[in-house]
């Protein structure tokens, strides 16, 4: 079956870079996707990359995928106190796993100021 | 255009007692998704259903519980007899579009406390 994992918590300073890195099992997957859950909210979707492409950019976001390691990273520049929250990583799995996302258990995310 | 809407955004139940969780997919979604999210691990899919149609129940637990996705009105998930073990956050989500790249939109979640 699918596996997604990641690692459980990272801590930036304010105006620095964050790194959110994901790995998973799939070598099928067609879509990864990043998102985001703050307290007491549901997941809201910040970004997504086809599995044909190595990198995505999308204003303070960077998705890197390297899928000869089963790889993708996320990447916020300038990171500010909002964007601390739980990020996580989804795969959509293959057709024969009904192509349903299949969630890692997520990074918790702290931007100290 | 309204989000996932969820209802209770909180709800308390006594071990044995049933639980009726409800989900109002955006407006023109035709799938809904139902996912269990335990304290300090990832969403775990149940259910995934169309409209009066249960596509793929893979990850629903074999016995207490069930969901629906009616013609008409909200997708219910049920959980009969609960126990403690049921205590979680359950999000459910909805798309318009199945294919390769499937955009979910998810609701804010209901608590479930079981006593």
């Known amino acids: 079956g699918e596996d997604v994992e990641q690692s459980l918590f990272l801590s930036v300073r304010e105006g620095d870079s964050s790194v959110i890195n994901c790995t998973y099992t799939?070598?099928?997957?067609?879509?990864l996707y990043w998102y985001k859950q703050e307290p007491g909210a549901g997941l809201q979707l910040l970004t997504y990359?086809?599995?044909?492409?190595d990198m995505k950019q999308d204003q303070r976001l960077t998705v890197l995928l390297n899928k000869k390691d089963k790889h993708l990273s996320l990447r916020i520049a300038d990171t500010q106190t909002g964007d601390s929250a739980i990020y996580f990583c989804a795969e959509r799995g293959a057709e024969e796993y009904g192509n349903k996302l299949v969630f890692g258990a997520g990074t918790i995310l702290r931007v100290k100021s | 255009n309204a989000g996932v809407m969820q209802n209770p955004r909180h709800l308390v139940r006594r071990r044995g007692q049933e639980a009726r969780l409800r989900c109002s997919p955006m407006?023109?979604?035709?799938?809904v998704y139902w996912y269990r999210q335990l304290p300090e691990e990832g969403l775990k899919f149940m259910v995934y259903l169309q409209k009066e149609n249960i596509i793929d129940e893979s990850g629903m637990p074999k016995e207490r519980f069930s969901a629906e996705f009616p013609k008409e009105g909200p997708s219910i998930l049920r959980i009969q007899q609960v126990v403690r073990g049921d205590s979680a956050a359950y999000f459910c989500?909805?798309?318009?579009?199945?294919?390769?790249?499937?955009?979910?939109?998810f609701g804010s979640g209901t608590q479930l406390s079981v006593l």
């Open positions: 799939d070598s099928s997957s067609t879509y």
């Open positions: 989500a909805s798309s318009i579009l199945t294919g390769e790249n499937e955009k979910l939109f």
């Open positions: 407006k023109g979604h035709s799938h």
């Open positions: 990359i086809f599995s044909n492409m």
